[in-house]
């Protein structure tokens, strides 16, 4: 009796851990990945991975899908991303077998000098109001895909996001919480209330919500194409309304907008290669910071530890400075940088200035020596192998405050992150693309496709790209796992604004982080501390398997996301 006693004991306590297992393999993995063959969507809101989803399994490309799923962001996530900002996408053609990359970014209006700052005073340029606005590049970014990728007509796309409008929908837990903040932060502009706050306040979380005017704009968009945006009615209204609330953006500057496909650069990390846009945008931080970071080896610690943590900040603060000094709109850059930037002999003169047990106060900008600077994201693959890596946003939360009468949407205000500094790369000019914080991800592998991704959250982006690509190659994490991974920045680099960096800047770490790397990475002279939630960006991915023609999709839990398939 009391050895059968025992082996019931046995057993239950076998059974009793085999319960508390769980069937992913990280204790901060929220899910298993999302596996299917025929289509796969990942977007940071559920509505629009649906929209997405459905444009795929009727016989939508991905890049169809993309676009729906962008729209409806448009109207379920106005507090991050809309018409009335701008847009970057790589494309992966499953028949060429080539990389295509879209800048869908605007510029600044010609009639804005920057002796108009001079005048008045302006150190900087403001957050907020008419000042900031550039041309919004997001809906000439739709059709320049379709026109080259799309299957479906716009008309069918776009339904989704004008059903959504018009008829509402329930507001979600994170578009909730950045709402409260409208009144206090965009109330006293125009049309802002009428639009935000139809009730007289912020929709709660689970209440309807309709935007009809948003739906009148998209469905003369839907109709009349690009130029019903940029040339017609809804460029007249922007045009007056500016004028009218002391603006620059004219008609003109977006009867003269243009994206324009470029190629994108990469470099290879430990077998991977890693594809991000040029500038504009500051995806070759993420880049340069990978150069750098190859010149350790990880494969023998854990992730986390404090030699992880103290080698990818110090590489973040020799990429960033370089970030402030040369990144600008590609026109204004010199010829040959961008390469020099991303190459492995400049990595390793960078890499040089690090002491792997102490934490820097200051670098300065390198030397290229040639010889001769908040958001959504979305990505989508088709049953044919296309693949598309999405990124939009209006820029700091809903936008610049400014509404044009009767169109339902927000201008964006990318324009602060022009420096008024004379002299520099960013240096602010009529007509010219501001720095950019948003980049899309790309990675191929032996030139197959290897994942789509992409990380929210200003310039925090290419350190999450970067901590993505450790998690998955340096510490054997799938795509969910790595995204749902505790994630570390570093604030107080120098900016491409002008500001410039002091006292080393201080290290933010999520909550997972042991107390034992903490202490040692005070210990090397980091300051250490802790951010608000939202902090820390959103992320969204879809890995192939070239083997077994399966993509594997994931979105993390700090968005209201959702990966689907079929």
């Keep these: 009796m009391y050895k059968h006693t025992l082996i019931v004991l046995f057993f239950l306590a076998c059974a009793s851990a085999y319960a508390q297992d769980r069937p992913v393999g990280r204790a901060f993995a929220t899910r298993t990945e999302v596996m299917a063959r025929n289509g796969i969507a990942c977007t940071s809101h559920p509505?629009?991975?649906a929209a997405a989803l459905d444009v795929l399994s009727k016989g939508g490309t991905a890049i169809d899908a993309a676009i729906a799923a962008n729209a409806v962001l448009g109207v379920v996530e106005p507090h991050v991303n809309g018409i009335g900002g701008d847009l970057y996408a790589i494309v992966y053609e499953a028949k060429t077998g080539k990389l295509h990359g879209l800048n869908a970014s605007g510029r600044s209006p010609y009639s804005l000098t920057i002796d108009t700052f001079k005048r008045r005073g302006i150190e900087f340029i403001p957050a907020l109001g008419p000042l900031p606005v550039s041309v919004p590049g997001c809906v000439d970014g739709w059709f320049e895909m379709h026109q080259k990728f799309g299957r479906k007509p716009m008309t069918d796309i776009l339904s989704y996001a004008i059903g959504y409008a018009r008829d509402g929908f329930a507001v979600a837990d994170e578009a909730s919480h950045s709402w409260k903040r409208v009144d206090a932060a965009y109330g006293k502009f125009p049309n802002v209330r009428e639009v935000y706050l139809?009730?007289?306040k912020a929709p709660a979380r689970g209440e309807v919500f309709r935007n009809p005017a948003l739906a009148n704009t998209l469905e003369k968009i839907a109709k009349g194409g690009r130029d019903a945006f940029y040339k017609g009615d809804i460029a007249q209204t922007i045009d007056?309304?500016?004028k009218n609330n002391g603006g620059f953006l004219s008609a003109k500057d977006l009867a003269d907008h243009r994206s324009e496909w470029i190629d994108p650069v990469s470099v290879n990390y430990r077998g991977y290669d890693v594809w991000e846009l040029p500038p504009n945008g500051q995806g070759i931080a993420a880049l340069q910071m990978l150069q750098i970071l190859k010149?350790?080896?990880?494969?023998?610690e854990e992730f986390g530890t404090p030699r992880h943590v103290h080698l990818f900040t110090e590489a973040k603060k020799l990429a960033f400075e370089d970030r402030a000094k040369f990144y600008a709109d590609l026109d204004y850059m010199k010829p040959g940088l961008v390469q020099r930037l991303i190459s492995e002999e400049y990595a390793n003169e960078r890499r040089a200035l690090m002491n792997p047990n102490r934490a820097a106060q200051t670098y300065d900008a390198g030397n290229p020596n040639l010889k001769d600077g908040d958001t959504i994201y979305l990505t989508v693959a088709d049953g044919e192998g296309n693949m598309v890596s999405l990124i939009q946003s209006n820029f700091r939360g809903f936008g610049s405050g400014m509404v044009?009468?009767?169109?339902?949407?927000?201008l964006q205000d990318r324009g602060q992150l022009f420096t008024l500094e004379p002299g520099q790369a960013n240096s602010y000019a009529p007509h010219k693309r501001p720095f950019h914080t948003i980049i899309p991800a790309f990675v191929t592998k032996d030139g197959q496709p290897w994942?789509?991704?992409g990380v929210m959250g200003g310039s925090f982006q290419p350190l999450g790209h970067v901590e993505i690509l450790m998690n998955m190659i340096d510490f054997g994490m799938n795509a969910q796992e790595a995204g749902d991974a505790p994630r570390m920045d570093h604030q107080g680099s120098s900016e491409p604004t002008g500001e410039r960096m002091k006292d080393g800047g201080q290290i933010t770490l999520e909550d997972g982080?042991?107390?034992e790397t903490i202490r040692a990475l005070m210990q090397m002279g980091h300051r250490v501390g802790w951010a608000a939630p939202g902090a820390y960006g959103g992320y969204q991915a879809?890995?192939?398997?070239?083997v077994h023609k399966v993509y594997f999709g994931a979105s993390e839990s700090r968005k209201d996301g959702q990966a689907v398939g079929f």
């Design 47 to 49: 509505l629009a991975s």
């Design 198 to 200: 139809p009730n007289g």
């Design 240 to 242: 007056r309304f500016m």
């Design 295 to 300: 010149g350790f080896d990880f494969k023998k």
């Design 404 to 410: 044009p009468d009767g169109l339902g949407f927000m």
């Design 451 to 453: 994942m789509s991704f």
């Design 513 to 515: 982080y042991p107390f």
């Design 542 to 546: 879809i890995r192939f398997d070239p």
